[in-house]
């Protein structure tokens, strides 16, 4: 069975930094795209990020372009995001989910996709 869990979210000042850990059970980094969404208060589930099952390409939203880098290690089985230069407008739940890709999709990732299994969710907070 399939488990997601986030980690690393807290508070932190404007222009701080914070990294994020999505930790997988029962499946494999390499069959699996990872993505990382935020959903803040009164607002919609934003894609931010997303690395392929090839660990070859990767995907930003356009808040995250430039401040925040996916990365991953296979052996750990855990997705990091990198977040720097954080913003107010930042803060909200950010959760890790899996997308089983057919081999044929290893170099794809979709931050708008459907994604199969999902985490709980870790707050941050970017305090002005």
């Known amino acids: 069975q399939a488990h997601v869990v986030e980690s690393g979210g807290g508070l932190v000042q404007f222009g701080g930094s914070l990294r994020l850990s999505c930790a997988v059970s029962?499946?494999?980094?390499?069959?699996?795209?990872i993505g990382w969404f935020r959903q803040a208060p009164g607002k919609e589930r934003e894609g931010v990020s997303c690395?392929?099952?090839?660990?070859?390409?990767?995907n930003y939203g356009d808040s995250a372009e430039n401040r925040f880098i996916i990365s991953r290690d296979v052996a750990k089985k855990t997705v990091y995001l990198q977040m720097d230069n954080l913003k107010p407008e930042d803060t909200a739940v950010y959760y890790c989910a899996a997308d089983f890709v057919p081999q044929r999709r290893s170099g794809i990732c979709n931050i708008n996709g459907d994604y199969d299994h999902w985490g709980q969710g870790t707050q941050v907070t970017v305090s002005s």
């Open positions: 029962g499946i494999s980094l390499d069959y699996y795209a």
């Open positions: 690395i392929s099952s090839s660990g070859g390409v990767t």
